[in-house]
């Protein structure tokens, strides 16, 4: 079992940064994909990032490109979503997860991930 816990969310002006961090514990996980999702109210959950065990490989949904960043420190067993230039539309409640079945194909499926934190509440406002 892998648990995961994340951090960094909060009140965010628009336009500002926020960091969030996701600490693996239970299992290490540097064999594996990692993603960070997002559930805004009323809204299916969204794929936003994925990076694979490397590090080498990333993947981000068209909305987030050139303003987040994901990244992993695999000796911390943690990853990472550096956010920037945010938007009220990035309002969610955001979740890191692991998929055990990759460890460089990242999939913007939530199916193909089999763990999952509680999530960080990110709020903009304008």
């Known amino acids: 079992q892998v648990q995961l816990v994340e951090s960094g969310g909060g009140l965010v002006q628009a336009g500002g940064s926020a960091k969030l961090s996701c600490a693996a514990s239970g299992r290490t996980v540097g064999s594996y994909v990692m993603g960070w999702f997002r559930q805004a109210p009323g809204k299916e959950r969204e794929f936003v990032a994925g990076?694979?065990?490397?590090?080498?490989?990333?993947y981000y949904v068209d909305s987030v490109k050139g303003r987040f960043t994901i990244s992993r420190d695999n000796a911390k067993n943690t990853v990472y979503l550096q956010m920037n230039s945010l938007k009220p539309e990035d309002t969610a409640v955001y979740c890191c997860?692991?998929?055990?079945?990759?460890?460089?194909?990242?999939?913007?499926?939530?199916?193909?991930?089999?763990?999952w934190g509680q999530g960080t509440q990110v709020t903009v406002s304008s």
């Open positions: 997860s692991v998929s055990s079945r990759y460890s460089s194909y990242i999939s913007r499926s939530a199916a193909e991930y089999d763990f």
């Open positions: 990076i694979s065990r490397s590090g080498s490989s990333t």
